[in-house]
């Protein structure tokens, strides 16, 4: 079974602090997407990363999809409160367009 | 950019009663796909689509049934409301990117109460 482990669930922490989010799996995955969702909303598309061992970045925020394609992280540099919410990363079931979904990571930047 | 629309932001329905979602892509995506989201369960996949009516089951279909009559356009119907459908419905379509990829995009989500 293909499953995405999220770490960690929660994280609290100050404007202007480092933090980095890990998406594991077993299996390989042909690609990764990561998604933001804020409270009420539908989940917004960040990135999707496809080659093992790929990095992306956008603004303070980097991904990078390991080497084996079985595992992501997310890592924002300086968060601020705007960076609030609930991170999931996604990939698509093994030889089908069928989704699976991390256990996501609730992410609070205070100010 | 990739839009996903949905026809209502919050909806508010009796027991019994039939409820429609309509959802709609402007990216010419082949798959679509409805979910709904709990708190401490996550997505939960209802149903999805990968062509024009098309259909297959997900993870938690009963009680709902959906409609693929264009491409474009995906209706999520609940015959009979009830009490433990009240959730947050999401809507996405996928298109594939080569070898086995793909990208998923969502609608805002519809916040459904039944009361």
């Given at each position: 079974t293909q499953l995405l482990e999220q770490s960690p669930q929660f994280l609290s922490i100050q404007?202007?602090?480092?933090l980095t989010v890990y998406c594991n799996s077993?299996?390989?995955?042909?690609?990764?997407?990561?998604?933001?969702?804020?409270?009420?909303?539908?989940?917004?598309?960040?990135?999707t990363v496809v080659t093992g061992g790929e990095v992306k970045k956008l603004k303070r925020l980097t991904f990078q999809f390991g080497d084996a394609r079985k595992d992501s992280s997310l890592h924002i540099t300086a968060a601020q409160p705007g960076d609030t919410g609930l991170y999931l990363c996604a990939g698509p079931?093994?030889?089908?367009?069928?989704?699976?979904?991390?256990?996501?990571?609730?992410?609070?930047?205070?100010? | 950019d990739v839009k996903v629309t949905q026809?209502?932001?919050?909806?508010?329905?009796?027991t019994g009663e039939k409820v429609f979602l309509e959802c709609v892509q402007d990216?010419?995506?082949?798959?679509?796909?409805?979910?709904?989201q709990d708190p401490g369960l996550g997505l939960r996949l209802i149903y999805f689509s990968y062509d024009v009516k098309m259909k297959e089951k997900g993870d938690?279909?009963?009680?709902?049934?959906?409609?693929?009559?264009?491409?474009?356009?995906?209706?999520l119907i609940l015959e009979s409301a009830s009490t433990n459908q009240t959730s947050m419905y999401l809507c996405a379509s996928s298109t594939p990117l080569g070898q086995g990829a793909y990208e998923q995009f969502f609608g805002p989500g519809t916040r459904l109460t039944v009361l």
């Open positions: 404007e202007g602090e480092n077993s299996s390989v995955f042909s690609s990764l997407q990561w998604y933001r969702q804020e409270p009420g909303e539908g989940p917004v598309l960040l990135v079931f093994s030889g089908t367009y069928k989704y699976i979904f991390g256990t996501g990571t609730r992410l609070k930047v205070l100010a | 026809s209502s932001r919050y909806l508010v329905k009796r990216m010419d995506h082949e798959n679509m796909f409805w979910y709904r938690i279909p009963e009680g709902y049934s959906v409609s693929r009559e264009k491409k474009e356009r995906f209706s």
